[in-house]
């Protein structure tokens, strides 16, 4: 599946605030947006909360954009057809994009099972503000979590286009990071990502 856009108004021309430059240089940090893909319960939302506070205690600002609650507001007019996947995952990336702005480091736990869909969300944010993070666990093992019951749902016939199961999953070929969470505990795996980013912070 290819995602194509639609195109903005040609009369709409941002402003240049200043604001952003202001808060950056307030916070002094590199901001990131690091976007956690993966199926249903591979642990995002686990690992984004370990993530946050253990980021915090580094000193950094942070916020968290996760899949369900951006489902509940921003998104709640979208359904689960590809169009609206990807209407919502960009809707996301434009946020995050807001917020990286300001200094933040975002944090966006989002299933985005689509490869076109997060290469487009790398677009809206920038290549070198994107960090994406394959959160990895077998589908078997992700069932067997299953703590919002969606999966035995889905197998039911309950819920349609749900990932895994009746939609498509397209795993990610080259992620700035991956973890396996059949292997690695959420502090390993939390671990792996302040890696990468201090990595980031390194001057080169």
Known sequence: MSYVPERPSQNLHAFAYRHAHI????????????????????????????????????????????????????????????????????????????????????IVALISPSSASRHYARSIIGNGSFVEVHVDAPLETAEQRDPKGLYKKARSGLIKHFTGIDSLYEVPVFPEVHVNTQVLSVDQSVAAILDWVARGDAPT
């Open 23 to 106: 808060a950056q240089a307030r916070i002094h940090q590199k901001p990131l947006v690091i976007w956690m893909t993966g199926i249903s319960a591979s642990g995002k939302s686990t690992i984004a909360d370990a993530l946050d506070v253990a980021l915090q205690a580094q000193g950094r600002s942070t916020c968290i954009l996760d899949g369900d609650s951006v489902r509940g507001g921003l998104c709640r007019d979208l359904g689960f057809s590809d169009a609206d996947r990807d209407e919502n995952i960009r809707r996301v990336a434009e946020v995050a994009r807001l917020m990286l702005e300001t200094g933040l480091v975002v």
